[in-house]
Nanobody
């Protein structure tokens, strides 16, 4: 599966932004899909995931209640709706798809559980 992330940009603190991750080659329904981010000088960190099995969603504590991950199977796209953005949300955001096997729950927050990655889209938040 190939992933193409888009939707990043420059916004003010408190604003909203929706990131998109368009998939090709396979349908997003075939995979557990996740979003990660990497700020300058920091390691890549988990943001959110939507499991293939049952579609359960999980979020990092830092974004819970502000971010929402969703899928549109008809468009073969996964979204990350980001509300009430903060300066600490500023990062390059990556979408990712896990391999054919659904990662166990304890592993969904680890980048190593995801085999396919998009190129990243930059989110800049001005205060």
């Amino acid at each position: 599966v190939q992933l193409q992330a888009s939707g990043g940009g420059l916004v003010q603190a408190g604003a909203s932004l929706r990131l998109s991750c368009a998939a090709s080659g396979r349908t997003v329904s075939s995979y557990t899909m996740g979003w990660f981010r990497q700020a300058p000088g920091k390691e890549r960190e988990f943001v959110a995931t939507s499991r293939r099995s049952g579609g359960s969603t999980y979020y990092a504590d830092s974004v819970k209640g502000r971010f929402t991950i969703s899928r549109d199977s008809a468009k073969n796209t996964v979204y990350l709706q980001m509300n009430s953005l903060k300066s600490e949300d500023m990062a390059v955001y990556y979408c990712a798809a896990a391999g054919p096997n659904t990662p166990i729950l304890s592993a969904i927050r680890f980048a190593a559980s995801y085999a396919y990655w998009g190129q990243g889209t930059l989110v800049t938040v001005s205060s």
